[in-house]
């Protein structure tokens, strides 16, 4: 089993939809959390952190279930330029010198 | 200073040849990493450094990968006698301590190895 696993989609959904992707981890000592977000053929880049109260940045909110061990992001009002994949990160600790990312859930959002 | 720099972009070499890729962090970053990603992967952990010394290295990394950083500024990572199972992208990334705000990302430098 992997350490961190995402539903790979792809994920297809009309602009204006609310899509939401989770993502679980085994470890349940982790203790920090992020969203990155990868377009095709380019770098991660950072989306937001995974606060343990859950955090919101404009039509992204990403919330963190411990006892469950997952994270999620919910994305409103999807718009054309949200499609990319989407990578879960998790490190053990908070100041970790390794992170493991999840292999992407692919969103796609057409007009 | 505006990002992570990495170089060369691409790179195409065949099999059995050394090559060599470096990566210039955010100048203010004192932990650096380096991530290997193929087609429909997440990155995967390879080594980091913090400043000069490196912390930790993947089982990932055989012996015919190296790995330094010093004076604690760019870093270079070399594979040696290199194979087709080595064809990725290769990511450095930099952070502030221990990354509690992310890590930032070099655009990568691709290998196809033939």
Redesign the interface.
Known sequence: RKEVEQDPGPFNVPEGATVAFNCTYSNSASQSFFWYRQDCRKEPKLLMSVYSSGNEDGRFTAQLNRASQYISLLIRDSKLSDSATYLCVVNKRTNAGKSTFGDGTTLTVKP | DTGVSQDPRHKITKRGQNVTFRCDPISEHN?L?W?RQTL??????LT?F?NEAQ??K?RLLSDRFSAERPKGSFSTLEIQRTEQGDSAMY?CASSL????????????TRLTVV
């Open positions: 932990r990493y991530y429909g992967q997440g990155p995967e952990f980091y913090q912390l930790e993947s990511l301590d221990g990354g509690g705000y992310g890590y930032t990302f070099g655009s990568g």
